[in-house]
């Protein structure tokens, strides 16, 4: 019976197992979104091999272009200069460590060992000298670690060495062929504790566990013909999850093994598409468990594969063509998590950040060759249909997709077809209470939509009838509670449609008015409608007398509406009637005929209120010409999301409230410029993190000012506690940041100067 272990005590499930050798399935999925680090349009193209947090909260990154601090709006690079004893010995950076006491360990291909005190900005170099026995053993360093004993470890190309502290001098453990209990080999990539105390080393032959009482290596060897051996020789990195397994990457061979440390068996994991062989450079650089315990595999060209808790799949990320939310790179070299719980991934060429649960904000976009896409990103309307569907209109037509498939179906207007889309400007959509579905076009009249069939029936406005459709141009559709079906035109007025007759009667254009365009219809609780008008205000009709009251903008009454283009109506589970118009979100007073108004002052992030939902727990999502907002009426405050925050685009809903809709379950559907987005109100949570602050530069004169004897800084300006100036320094420059990642432009800031 062949006993198969795997790591966290499940069931192979689904997995296949061929000698001993795990494969789980590869599903691609794109619940994350990738943002790419750019600063001032300029990105880190070249190889992110190492990330660490100091312990002020700065991001250092170790690349092969030098090393580089990072504040969430500079990239401070540090590099080798000729002559200059205090910078980086190389630019090639293998290793970077953050020690115990705030230094950080910088290993490089040719330049040795560095230390790096944050605080002075200052470098203390390590190198190999043929002269000194106690130098370092190579200048080629790939490893730094400090264990629990306070023992610091580096690997090179030539052997491990110990640092002794008192005297800085090194001690060195390398191969010997005629010694079993020797290093396995010379090229030693990574060192690692476990919680039992053990060390284990990875080298280019071999994964190796000191034995410090005896100073002796024990040797772990890939063994072809015992299935629970090492993957592969070749080992990158090592890692120990919460639970005690040890987990080893290999650009070799399978890839990813795990060890039961108790027992001394190996279980493999690959995930090639094909069975891997000696040749394949399928494999792992770096493995990572990020704080719910989730396993990250960085592969060297599959891109970053996550391992889910019951270890029956992995979910593979990679680089998307036409995708700039999708990883820059297929060969993932680092992924590291910060203090605030943003991921960070390093590439062959870039340098992304993500959130580890799934956005909260969903998008659909037109993507260049994908047929499984929207075809046109600036959208004008709109609509979820009781059978799972997601309709939404542009000037190019109508698209319909599929929630369960992902599958998109799209509707254009043919001229040789008399039962096509009668104009491919969708401004408008709505079901009916049979299912039927309503599609107001832009210079088409109205469809009628048959599912069975798949046809199109358009109304069109007839001068010789005067039970036709009024206008051609439908911009807004209203089913009201008894079923009626409502039509918002330009220069034609309202309509009511009578399914029985299948004729029009119009109100609301008397006289007639070209220019009038009604943007938005709503049916409040008492069977009452109000219009939305783009320049008349808002108007109130009673279906049942045909009395209109009109309510317009007044320059000299600061308790009229707040502006004569109406987009939005909404009344909310209070009774409240809330307007959005392009001067700020309105509360009509109904007895009073009055308006309170709210605007950027209050903060609104822009006036333009192009639509009003709401949600379950009674707060309003608005959409707005400056990205999304949530606007709670107990407190009158507002919450602003935006395109950093995920939502598609901020130029939200162009054509006003047919742009966006609610869904049956509560779900938020918002059309935009740049696509749509979808969300639910229950899955958006505030940040609780609280950033630290740090002063990031001093500046006198508009230039900063070097650490020195004669300078007024003799350490780094965010570890000095106070500056005295000359009264020749006159003019000074402190620069400041928030030291959270997850959204940098977002950090807002208030400061004072005593």
């Not at 005297?167 to 990574?190: A, C, I, K």
């Not at 903060?603 to 639509?611: E, H």
Request: glycine content about 10%.
């Amino acid at each position: 019976m062949l006993a198969l272990f795997l790591p966290g005590g499940c069931s192979a499930g689904a997995q296949k197992i061929t000698d001993g050798l795990v494969k789980p399935p590869v599903i691609d999925k794109h619940d994350i979104r990738f943002t790419l680090l750019s600063v001032n349009g300029e990105s880190l193209q070249s190889r992110i091999k190492n990330i660490v947090q100091d312990d002020y909260g700065f991001l250092w990154f170790g690349t092969f272009d030098g090393l580089y601090r990072y504040d969430g709006y500079t990239l401070k690079p540090y590099r080798h200069e000729r002559g200059n004893p205090n910078s980086v010995d190389d630019d090639t950076i293998l290793a970077l460590y953050k020690d115990r006491d705030g230094s950080l360990w910088i290993g490089s291909r040719y330049g040795g060992l560095d230390r790096l005190d944050p605080s002075r900005d200052t470098f203390t170099h390590y190198r190999h000298n043929s002269a000194n026995p106690g130098s370092l053993a190579n200048d080629n360093v790939n490893c730094v670690y400090r264990d629990r004993s306070g023992t610091l470890w580096i690997g090179t190309s030539d052997g491990l060495d110990r640092m002794e502290p008192a005297s800085e001098t090194f001690v060195h453990y390398r191969h010997d062929p005629h010694d079993p209990g020797s290093l396995s080999n010379n090229s030693v990539n990574f060192t690692y504790e476990d919680r039992q105390g053990n060390l284990w080393i990875s080298t280019a032959w071999g994964l190796n566990k000191l034995e410090r009482a005896t100073g002796r290596f024990v040797h772990f060897l890939h063994d072809p013909a015992n299935p629970h051996s090492i993957g592969h020789n070749y080992v990158n990195f090592i890692l120990e999850d919460r639970s005690g397994v040890l987990w080893l990457a290999s650009p070799l061979g399978s890839g990813l093994s795990a060890l039961n440390v108790k027992t001394g068996e190996f279980t493999r994991y690959s995930f090639h598409s094909e069975e891997p062989s000696s040749q394949s450079v399928v494999g792992a650089n770096k493995v990572f468990e990020d704080r719910d315990g989730a396993l990250w595999v960085c592969t060297v060209d599959r891109g970053l594969l996550k391992l889910d808790r019951e270890r029956k799949t992995f979910t593979r990320y990679s680089k998307e063509p036409g995708n700039p939310d999708s990883l820059p790179h297929d060969t993932v070299q680092s992924l590291f998590e910060d203090a605030e719980g943003v991921m960070w991934v390093g590439t062959q060429s870039g340098l992304s950040r993500f959130q580890r649960r799934p956005p909260s904000f969903v998008n659909y976009k037109h993507e260049a060759g994908n047929p499984d896409s929207l075809r046109n990103d600036m959208i004008w309307s709109v609509r979820a249909d009781t059978q799972g569907f997601l309709w939404n209109g542009n000037e190019d037509g109508l698209n319909r997709l599929d929630r369960r498939t992902g599958e998109f179906t799209f509707y254009q207007h043919a001229d040789k077809d008399p039962h096509s889309l009668s104009y491919n400007k969708v401004a408008a959509i709505r079901e009916d209470q049979s299912g039927t579905l309503w599609f107001g076009t832009y210079g088409g009249g109205l469809d009628r939509f048959d599912r069975t069939t798949g046809q199109f029936f358009a109304y069109r406005h007839d001068p010789r009838n005067s039970a036709s459709l009024s206008s051609d141009s439908v911009l807004s559709l209203l089913v009201d509670r008894q079923g009626t079906l409502w039509v918002g035109t330009q220069g034609g007025g309202l309509d009511r449609f009578d399914a029985r007759t299948e004729r029009f009667t119009s109100y609301l254009n008397d006289p007639p008015n070209p220019d009038l365009l009604l943007e938005d219809l709503f049916e409040d609780r008492t069977g009452m409608l109000w219009v939305g008008t783009q320049d008349n205000g808002l108007e109130r009709f009673d279906p049942k007398t045909e009395q209109v009251t009109v309510y317009q903008h007044k320059s000299d009454d600061q308790h009229s509406l707040s502006n004569n283009r109406v987009n939005a109506i909404l009344e909310d589970r209070q009774g409240r009637l809330w307007i959005g118009t392009d001067g700020g979100l309105n509360l009509l007073d109904r007895s009073r005929g009055t308006f309170t108004i709210f605007t950027t002052k209050e903060g609104l992030p822009d006036n333009a209120v192009r639509s009003i939902l709401e949600g379950d727990h009674g707060y309003l999502w608005l959409d707005t010409h400056n990205g999304l907002s949530r606007f709670d009426p107990k407190t009158g405050a507002f919450r602003n999301y935006s395109e950093s925050d995920g939502v598609a685009g901020n130029f939200l809903n162009p054509y006003a409230a047919e742009g966006s809709c609610r869904t049956s379950n509560g779900e938020m559907v918002l059309g935009s410029s740049s696509g749509v987005t979808t969300f639910y109100p229950d899955r958006i949570f505030d940040n609780p993190y609280v950033p630290p602050v740090e002063l990031t530069d001093f500046l006198l004169f508009n230039k900063p000012v070097p650490q020195g004897r004669d300078s007024p800084l003799s350490r780094s300006i965010w570890a000095t506690d106070s500056i005295t100036l000359t009264h020749r320094q006159s003019i000074f420059t402190l620069e400041f940041a928030a030291l959270s990642y997850m959204a940098p432009e977002r950090n807002r800031y208030r400061y004072r100067l005593e």
